[in-house]
C-alpha cells in the first residue's frame, strides 16, 4: 500500500496536473516510468508516438499479456485518472513476480502518450498508433505548434535515454486496463469493483461560427454580424435537441474560444467542441444527424469531426475470469458500462481486452477533486496482479 501511494505521490507532486500530450510534465512523468521500470528489471521500449513500453520477462520468449493506461491528462485534472492505471499496473506487477516468480508468458506496461484529446484536436493518438489505425492529419495547439513537431521533440528526448530500446513493438495477447470508475454507480451500490461489460460509442466536433468584427460602440444592432449572438442562439438549440433525446446520451460543450477576444470588439469567430456519447451507435447516430442537420441550417457556420469511436464491447471470457477471482477474494462487485472512453476501447478491436474500475469518491473526475480511498486503489491492483497471474500463466 504504502509503494503504491509513494508512487503516486512522486508523480503527481513532482509535476501538475496538466500533462498535455508531449509538454514538459508529460515528459518528466514517462521518463520516471522508464528509470523505475529499469530499476527493477524491465526492458524499456520507446515507439515513434511516445508510448512507453515496460517488458517484465517470462519462462517463455513469447508475446507478452499487457496492462497499462495513459500518461496524459486533462487541463486541470485529478491524480488518479489515467495515472493509476499505470502506477497500479506497474504495483501489480511487482506484486506477481514477488509472490509468484516469473510467470509462464512475460508481461508488458504500456503508458500510453494520449487518450484525452486535451492539447490537440485528435484522442486515442497513442492507442491508435500502437494498433496502427492512426490517421492524423496536420494539427495545432492553442500556441500553433503543431503536432508532428511536438512529438518529434518529446520522442526523441525519451528514445535517447540510456538503455532504451526505440522500435514499434507487436500487440500483445491480451490487455487489462485498471481505472477509476469516474462516475458514482460503485460508491453509491457500496461495491469494491467494477468490471467493464462495454464503452460508450463517442463523436466529437468542433464548431466556427463566422461574423465580421466590428466597432462595439457604432456598430447598429440590427446591422451586426455577431459571432458569439449566433453562436449563443445555436448552443442553447443544441442542448434543447440533446434534452429531448435518449436517456443515456450525454451532450457537452466544453471549450469555446472567441476571437479577437477583445471587450469592445464584435466577435469575428466564435469556436467550439462539442462532445456526444450514446451506449449505442444507433442511437448516436441518431441523435448525431438532427445535430448536423440543426447545425448545416445555422448561417455562416463550419463543422469539423474530430473523433468518431463506436460503441464496444469488451472481452467476455477476461470478464468472468475477473468476476470468479473477484469472488474468490471476497470483493464485492457489479458489471457496468464506462460512459467514459478508454484506451481499451481501441485495443479492443485487436486483443481480447477488459477492465477493472474501483470507485470515486462523489463521482467527480476530470477534476482537481478527484478522489478515491487507498483502500480501493489497494483492492484493484490486488485484483489486476491476481488476474495477470492467470493470464500470464495460461496456455
Known amino acids: 500500500m504504502t509503494q503504491l501511494l509513494d508512487l503516486l505521490d512522486q508523480f503527481t507532486h513532482q509535476h501538475d496536473q496538466n500533462r498535455l500530450v508531449y509538454n514538459q510534465d508529460w515528459l518528466a512523468n514517462q521518463r520516471d516510468l522508464i528509470f523505475l521500470g529499469q530499476r527493477c528489471g524491465a526492458t524499456a521500449i520507446v515507439d515513434d508516438y511516445g508510448n512507453a513500453y515496460l517488458d517484465f520477462p517470462g519462462q517463455m520468449n513469447d508475446q507478452p499479456v499487457a496492462t497499462g493506461s495513459h500518461m496524459d491528462t486533462v487541463k ?55 494498433t496502427g489505425t492512426l490517421q492524423i492529419e496536420k494539427l495545432f495547439d492553442n500556441q500553433g505548434i503543431t503536432f508532428d513537431e511536438a512529438r518529434r521533440l518529446a520522442v526523441t528526448q525519451l528514445q535517447h535515454l540510456p538503455h532504451v530500446k526505440a522500435q ?13 470508475e469516474q462516475g458514482p454507480r460503485l460508491a453509491q451500490n457500496h461495491k469494491k469493483i467494477g ?50 433525446t435518449a436517456e443515456d446520451l450525454t ?17 469575428e469567430s466564435c469556436r467550439f467542441t462539442i462532445d456526444c ?7 448516436l447516430t441518431a441523435f448525431v444527424t438532427k445535430m ?11 463543422v469539423i469531426e474530430t473523433l468518431h469511436v463506436p460503441a464496444t464491447r469488451l472481452s467476455d471470457d477476461l470478464l468472468t475470469q475477473n468476476a470468479a477471482l473477484a469472488t474468490q477474494m471476497n470483493y464485492s462487485y457489479q458489471t457496468l458500462f464506462s460512459g467514459a472512453g478508454h484506451d481499451s476501447q481501441i485495443m479492443s478491436s485487436f486483443v481480447p481486452t477488459t477492465m477493472i474500475f474501483v470507485p470515486s469518491e462523489a463521482g467527480i473526475s476530470h477534476a482537481p477533486a478527484e478522489y478515491t480511498k487507498p483502500a480501493d486503489l489497494l483492492t484493484g491492483v490486488t485484483l489486476l496482479s491476481a488476474s495477470l497471474f492467470m493470464q500470464a500463466n495460461g496456455e
Do not use: C, W
Not at 514499434?168 to 477509476?180: G, S
Not at 460543450?253 to 470588439?265: A, L
Not at 456519447?277 to 442511437?283: E, L
Open 251 to 267: 451532450f457537452t460543450i466544453g471549450e469555446i474560444h472567441v476571437s479577437p477576444n477583445v471587450s469592445n470588439v464584435v466577435a
Open 195 to 244: 468490471l467493464v461489460t462495454g464503452i460508450v460509442a463517442q463523436n466529437r466536433y468542433e464548431v466556427t461560427v463566422h461574423g465580421q468584427a466590428n466597432h462595439a460602440g457604432t456598430t447598429p444592432m440590427a446591422q451586426r454580424q455577431d459571432a458569439i449572438a449566433t453562436a449563443s442562439l445555436l448552443m442553447t438549440k443544441l442542448y434543447a435537441l440533446a434534452a429531448d
Open 76 to 130: 486541470y485534472g485529478g491524480r488518479y485518472d489515467g495515472l493509476y492505471g499505470v502506477l497500479g499496473g506497474f504495483y501489480a506487477i511487482q506484486q506477481l513476480y514477488a509472490q509468484h516468480g516469473i510467470p509462464k508468458h512475460p508481461i508488458r506496461l504500456i503508458s500510453f502518450s494520449e487518450e484525452e484529446g486535451s492539447r490537440f484536436p485528435a484522442a486515442f493518438t497513442g492507442s491508435k498508433y500502437y
Open 292 to 302: 448536423l442537420q440543426l447545425l448545416e441550417q445555422a448561417k455562416r457556420t463550419s
Open 277 to 283: 456519447r450514446a451506449n449505442t451507435d444507433d442511437q
Open 168 to 180: 514499434h513493438v507487436a500487440l500483445p495477447v491480451t490487455f487489462t486496463e485498471l481505472h477509476i
